[in-house]
């Protein structure tokens, strides 16, 4: 499919219901890379002879088939290079990042609430879609009906990128959920996989890749938060000691733990010590929240897997499917697809990642030996 090129001024999301300024039939490649939870952009490269060549300028909206399964997605233009020749390279973001720079106005009180993903946005939308902001024009659903606590905190003014996408705050985060953006909808959900696919180690996988990682745990937990004090300025209360995570790891690292967010408003008196007990009693349960619902492993392979002629057979696959890398000895490993590089022209994958797969040491180096068979 060749992509569609639109008008960089649009007051609506009518307009992208029509063919806009027609087809840029030279262009030569369209590729779409997306990461589970996270980028979203695309890199094309033009021809100077394409009739539309005049028009694609920073700014303008393209339309353009992004993976198999979803209809063509909304781009906008971002950056523009020009060779000798008059040939354009030009590279953008999906529409939904528009969404994502939106977000909250300064809050005077600490939202914090226990809810669903869904009210929470509605809750934060309510706050600034009464305002006159740019690029009103999207639509926020979840399927995930569980609740949990989310909090903002005092005076802070957010973006959507941040409360969706934080690693360890975000709504992503919070909720263990799966991003799936279709042009103007934002969709939080519980799992966005659909299919299973099964590769064989040695037919379809030539390459093995371990990297071995103790750097991503913490066996310790410092919090803290900043304060107001009774004379009105800003103090940093601490936990008297860190709290024990109870990992048993060769390495003791200190997580410090911000939980500004997390506090109701309590004014502290450093010469009195009025207040500090409580802040602290605020602070052991942020702690025990964190650990709670925080899964840690002092040591994980990163098993990477390259595809000889899978890609082919993966055409209808789509981000986060299940992977189950079969072994002929009867051995399984399981991960998921967390990136994909899709040409729009060729309607096909170029490339597909397959995310990181945790293990204890001992269990992978077993099956590293039956590989080696």
Request: proline share 2%; glycine share 6%; charged share 25%.
């Amino acid at each position: 499919m060749y992509p569609l090129l639109f008008n960089s001024v649009q007051d609506s999301t009518e307009s992208f219901n029509t063919n806009g300024y027609g087809f840029i039939t030279e262009c030569t490649e369209f590729l779409v890379t997306e990461e589970r939870n996270g980028i979203y952009t695309f890199e094309a490269k033009i021809k100077s002879t394409d009739r539309l060549i005049d028009k694609v300028k920073n700014g303008a909206y393209i339309k353009a088939k992004a993976n198999s399964q979803d209809e063509p997605q909304l781009f906008y233009i971002e950056k523009i290079e020009i060779d000798k020749y008059g040939d354009m390279t030009v590279s953008g973001s999906h529409i939904s990042r528009l969404f994502f720079q939106n977000g909250t106005v300064p809050m005077y009180f600490n939202y914090s609430k226990k809810d669903t993903p869904a009210s929470i946005i509605s809750d934060l939308q309510y706050e600034v879609w009464y305002k006159d902001i740019p690029y009103n024009w999207f639509e926020f659903n979840s399927n995930i009906n569980l609740k949990r606590e989310f909090s903002l905190g005092f005076n802070s003014a957010e973006k959507f990128e941040n409360i969706l996408l934080n690693d360890e705050e975000g709504l992503t985060s919070v909720f263990k959920a799966e991003l799936w953006c279709n042009n103007f909808t934002v969709n939080l959900l519980s799992s966005r996989g659909k299919g299973t696919h099964r590769l064989i180690f040695g037919s379809n996988i030539s390459e093995f890749k371990q990297i071995n990682s103790t750097n991503e745990y913490y066996t310790h937990i410092m919090p803290f938060a900043r304060c107001e004090t009774t004379e009105g300025k800003e103090v940093t209360v601490t936990a008297t000691e860190p709290y024990t995570t109870n990992l048993n790891a060769v390495f003791k690292k200190t997580y410090l733990f911000d939980c500004t967010s997390k506090i109701t408003k309590t004014k502290v008196n450093p010469l009195t010590g009025l207040g500090y007990n409580d802040v602290r009693n605020m602070l052991k349960d942020a702690v025990e929240e964190y650990l709670k619902n925080t899964e840690q492993v002092t040591e994980y392979v990163n098993i990477t897997v390259t595809l000889e002629s899978e890609l082919a057979n993966l055409k209808d696959c789509g981000l986060c499917d299940k992977v189950i890398v079969l072994h002929k000895d009867g051995s399984e490993i399981e991960s998921k697809i967390t990136k994909t590089v899709y040409d729009s022209i060729s309607e096909k994958y170029t490339e597909i990642g397959i995310g990181e797969v945790n293990f204890k040491m001992s269990d992978f180096l077993k099956i590293k030996r039956r590989f080696r068979r």
